[in-house]
Nanobody, 121 residues
């Protein structure tokens, strides 16, 4: 139902945009979000966005550098990542289906397969 894409290798300070295309479901009325997981670490909240796109949430670790957005007509969500740091290296997952803003992965009932971001120093 969710297909994440756009990961790759980028130098520190660079930018990249991830996409998450939804199919078979519109996630109308639900929050969607991005999470990431580095080797040996727990899945970490990166960003969340309301159905309308009017409300967005970020942890301090990415605030001011990452921007989440969604195109309802295309049923697609994006994560624009700027000023990337080596510590941003992780597999990035898109998620959907949370009724409210929530940083907990278990509150989302749909997940993409993940896309790898590697930031070199």
């Amino acid at each position: 139902q969710l297909q994440a894409s756009g990961g790759g290798l980028v130098q520190a300070g660079g930018s990249l945009r991830l996409s998450c295309a939804a199919s078979g479901r519109t996630f109308s009325g639900y929050f969607m979000g991005w999470f990431r997981q580095a080797p040996g670490k727990e899945r970490e909240f990166v960003a969340s966005i309301s159905w309308s796109g009017g409300s967005t949430y970020y942890p301090d670790s990415v605030k001011g550098r990452f921007t989440i957005s969604r195109d309802i007509a295309k049923n697609t969500m994006y994560l624009q990542m700027n000023s990337l740091k080596p510590e941003d290296t992780a597999v990035y997952y898109c998620a959907g289906g949370s009724e409210y803003y929530d940083r907990r992965p278990e509150k989302y009932n749909a997940w993409g397969q993940g896309t790898q971001l590697t930031v070199s120093s």
